[in-house]
């Protein structure tokens, strides 16, 4: 062989030395890159699962609150339960994260078997802040006086409800229109109506159908410009020139959703009531402006003024509707936030879907994903933890 083969034959070699060694440890890397991605895939996935778990049981202790709890747990025999779902979703994140034993994001949610995002006790979901749901209801506020708009911003911010003035030269968006699109709604709130006598007289009946069909209606304040008069199945009653003393209710009763405690004090700035009158007469005919088919049924009296007694919170039945009257959202005294109690009320309330979960918000670079079924109100839903880093 001549020394120009023998060079050329050297060459190659090294070339092909070369070519090998880079592969070798092309392939070698690769190969580790997707053993290290698998594991962490399988703490991913050992994290989701270990998450679920807990979650469908009781937790502990089993009575646990958000000072006891040791490891959390929102389902008590496969059935979620909805006060320790609310519990959780006021742990710090942090701290369940500890407390699951995980280092990584998560986030918790329910869908039907419709695959629609539930709405369990006011929550769409729970766990990462990265991840916003919303809630998927229509919804309608009506107030006649900025000083009594307590409630707006939480219905336009919360429910993206459509939000109405009194303004008498605008039907649109005035308490004509608001009466008009009645029913579009499933939860209508009206702070402080104070309706004159022709607007009362023309849409009594349609507010009163607006309940009797299924409605939530949240109502506060003066109803009317004229003393005594009624709305689904209640009469609405004001004083004036009342003390603070005189202004003082004490809570009497606890209710589902409203987190007040029995012997509560709050002091309203207005003094206005209900009476349950059952002699208010009964009217069939929708066509009537007078419809009022129903008596108010299981009215129940959550808070009473201390001198007289009068009603100042109270909640009914009318027909296949449910209604809440309070005195006032504005309150001088009261050991907490009163408006929102009222607030996380209004989100329990209403049993229904939120929006999809989007999970390109939170740009993983690994999720995973585990489902458990659940029983919630005596229906087969499913749980959904999603784990990512």
Known sequence: MNSKAQAWFMDFAIALLLFTFTLVVYF????NLQKQEKGELDVLITDAKAISSSLTLSGYPVNWNNETVLRIGIADDQKVNATKFKLYKQINYSKTKNLFGTV??????????KGEVLNINGICGTGSPLINLSYSIKSAYYYQDAADSFLKNFMENTFNAD???NDNTNDIHGLHGFIKNLSKYRLIVMEHPLMNGGDYNDYYGKLNNYTAEGGIFIISG???TSNGRDLNGIEFWKKSGQSPAQRTAIVNNTEQYLTLSVGQSIVFNQYYYTTNDTSLTIENDPEDDDYNPYPAADFK???TYNNT????????MYGNGTVYFFSDFDVSF????FVSVVEEAAKSLIE??????NVTQISPKKLVKTERYVNYNSKIIKMTVYVWE
């Open 104 to 113: 990584y994001d998560y986030f918790v949610f329910f869908v039907n078997d």
């Open 309 to 316: 007694n009068d009603n100042a919170i109270a909640k009914w």
């Open 334 to 337: 009261f050991n907490g936030d």
């Open 222 to 224: 003066e109803l009317t």
């Open 352 to 357: 229904g879907t939120c929006t999809p979960i």
């Open 28 to 31: 070698s890397y690769t190969n």
């Open 163 to 165: 939000i109405y003035f």
């Open 301 to 303: 009296i959550i808070a």
